[in-house]
């Protein structure tokens, strides 16, 4: 499954779309929450910093037969030069709080990012069954 994000309503859309695909797992009420916030704030993100991309998500397995969702999300805005300092909680470039990042990362699972100045920028966040 794969949202364009371009314009304000994608955002929604995303949320939307991560907001079945979590019931369809049937993920508890909290990590729905979790997982939509995230999503929230890495459609966001894009809309706001690299003005065009994309969330896809799909299922992944892990040891012993567990399962759980990635999510990734993809542009090719102006990157990100220090990827450090743009996870520090209150960093900010726009006119946000600076909590984005940082919180995807506490709220899921497992999280990765990658930048490069110029090309765009990759973030995956993760949420497994229990
Ligand atoms: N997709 C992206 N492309 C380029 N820069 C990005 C991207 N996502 C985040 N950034 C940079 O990382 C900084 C931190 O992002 P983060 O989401 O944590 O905070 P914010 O968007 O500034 O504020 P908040 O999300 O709390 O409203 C941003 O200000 C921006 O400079
Ligand atoms: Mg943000």
Redesign the pocket.
């Known amino acids: 499954m794969k949202v364009e994000i371009v314009k304000e309503e994608d955002v929604v859309a995303a949320r939307q779309a991560a907001r079945q695909a979590v019931v369809a797992y049937k993920f508890s009420l909290v990590d729905q929450t979790r997982i939509i916030t995230a999503v929230s704030?890495?459609a966001?993100?894009?809309l706001?910093?690299?003005v065009c991309?994309w969330m896809e998500y799909h299922e992944v397995s892990g040891p012993r037969g567990k399962k759980g969702l990635e999510f990734v999300?993809q542009?090719y805005?102006?990157?990100?030069i220090d990827i450090d300092?743009?996870?520090t909680?209150g960093?900010?470039?726009?006119?946000?709080?600076?909590?984005?990042?940082?919180?995807?990362r506490r709220l899921m699972d497992d999280f990765a990012i990658t930048?490069h100045q110029g090309e765009?920028?990759i973030?995956r966040i993760t949420k497994w069954l229990n």
């Not at 805005?77 to 990100?80: H, K, S």
């Not at 900010?92 to 709080?97: A, D, F, I, K, P």
């Open positions: 704030e890495l966001r993100n894009i706001l910093y690299a991309g999300f542009d805005g102006p990157g990100i300092l743009a996870m909680p960093y900010s470039t726009g006119n946000g709080l600076g909590l984005g990042l940082s919180g995807a930048s765009g920028t973030v």
